[in-house]
């Protein structure tokens, strides 16, 4: 069965005014239109275009409640819950550094504040679930830029380094600032690493957000004047030093400006993915992705928001482990398919677009349940029981009845499913 879903872009400050609305084909609302949220999470379920075809619900999450069975199939009719959740994002400025949970860490701290009496919608909860929340965006524009996980030890050090000189250049040098930060960096043992790295992150949003703000004021004061120095311009690093600066423009004085030093700065072009894991603290700054994650709502804040952050809970879930920017490689599956699949069952992405690759039709093996979400031009669906004509823009949810799915049309279909 095919069932075509739609959703309101929703206004969130950071959202771009015009992506979304191209995507769509759509004229812009005149404001900001950051998400539009495709699935049947309680936060904003999408809506049904005609209920009467599934027995008068109006939106994804009381049809599935209704008829689990024959709207999920018998793998996940129990629980009644459509394990992901697919997004078109844009980011007209950045978001807040985030972090999400475990599994075990979700559950552990969703019982702990229902235990507590912590009301779901309180402004310090941290979990409004107890699931976990990996996330895969894909860019569709031409450039969507982010921070993602802790940068190699090494290439920290060279943002020092760069800083340093920069200040030894400066009119009037301040090196006391940067003792600061460096005397964090190496931790308690002296010897840096992960517990350096810990250690500043605690510190900075700690100190930065009531403690001792004059110590973290300063280092993030002079931070952003070194990042816009000539020598910092001219760096390996100078990406990440414009970001400093655009961040500073945003959120003047907040201590996340410092963190993003810390962070691998991410571009990516057209078609290619981030993969972020439980504990990877990130951020996305510009652009438009589609965007698909686990079904939560479980975000940990660290910096870079108004917004409550609780930083022991955050320092609990960060993974403090340098990384290499954590991209996912698209799987060829099929002519004009590729899949990106990330290691966790709860879901997967596919790319489908039967004109680049020459095929009169695409061919799409589906694990369960499954949204689509056209791009350009329109395409045409058809499974084991039923075919339908889908829009630029348009979206249809689709039983797993239908089996595998043949996409064809001159647009490009993005599918997201549950994982093999």
Do not use: C
């Not at 998400?35 to 005609?50: R, T």
């Not at 049809?63 to 459509?82: K, V």
């Not at 004021?217 to 990440?240: F, G, T």
């Amino acid at each position: 069965m095919f069932v075509p879903i739609r959703n309101t872009p929703r206004d969130y400050a950071w959202g771009a005014t015009d992506l979304i609305a191209g995507f769509l084909g759509t004229s812009p609302s005149g404001g900001p239109e950051a998400e539009v949220w495709l699935g049947a999470h309680a936060g904003s379920p999408s809506q049904i275009v005609d209920p009467s075809a599934v027995g008068g619900a109006r939106d994804l999450a009381e049809w599935l409640a209704a008829d689990p069975e024959g709207a999920l199939g018998a793998d996940l009719a129990a629980e009644a819950r459509l394990p992901f959740l697919l997004k078109i994002l844009a980011a007209g400025g950045p978001l807040s550094l985030q972090a999400h949970p475990t599994p075990e860490q979700a559950r552990a701290g969703y019982e702990r504040e229902d235990g507590d009496g912590k009301a779901l919608d309180a402004y310090d909860r941290n979990y409004k679930d107890r699931y976990h929340k990996p996330e895969l965006i894909v860019a569709v524009s031409d450039e969507f830029d982010a921070l993602s996980g802790f940068r190699p030890l090494a290439e920290i050090a060279g943002v020092v380094a760069t800083l340093r000189a920069a200040d030894a250049a400066d009119e009037q040098p301040e090196p006391g600032a940067l003792d600061l930060l460096e005397q964090h960096l190496a931790g308690e043992d002296g010897q840096g690493g992960q517990g350096g790295l810990e250690q500043t992150v605690e510190w900075l949003l700690r100190d930065g957000r009531g403690g001792d703000t004059g110590a973290t004021a300063w280092v993030v004061e002079r931070v952003v004047r070194l990042s816009k120095s000539a020598l910092a311009e001219a760096s390996d690093y100078a990406l990440s030093f414009a970001t400093v600066a655009d961040l500073a423009e945003t959120y003047p004085g907040d201590p996340g400006i410092v963190i993003s030093l810390l962070l691998n700065r991410v571009r990516l072009r057209r078609g290619e993915a981030l993969y972020l894991r439980a504990g990877n603290i990130h951020a996305y700054l510009s652009g438009l992705g589609i965007e698909l994650m686990a079904a939560s709502d479980n975000v940990l804040r660290g910096g870079l928001t108004p917004k409550h952050i609780d930083v022991s809970e955050l320092v609990d879930v960060l993974d403090f482990t340098p990384i290499e920017p954590p991209r996912l490689a698209p799987e060829p599956v099929g002519p004009g398919v590729v899949a990106f699949r990330p290691d966790v069952p709860d879901f997967v992405l596919f790319r489908v677009e039967p004109g680049a690759a020459g095929a009169d039709v695409s061919r799409v093996e589906l694990s369960g349940p499954a949204i689509v979400l056209v791009e350009g031009e329109a395409i045409r669906l058809k499974g084991a029981h039923g075919e339908v004509g889908v829009p630029r823009g348009g979206a249809v949810y689709v039983t797993p009845d239908e089996g595998a799915l043949s996409v064809s049309g001159a647009g490009v279909a993005w599918i997201a499913s549950v994982g093999a």
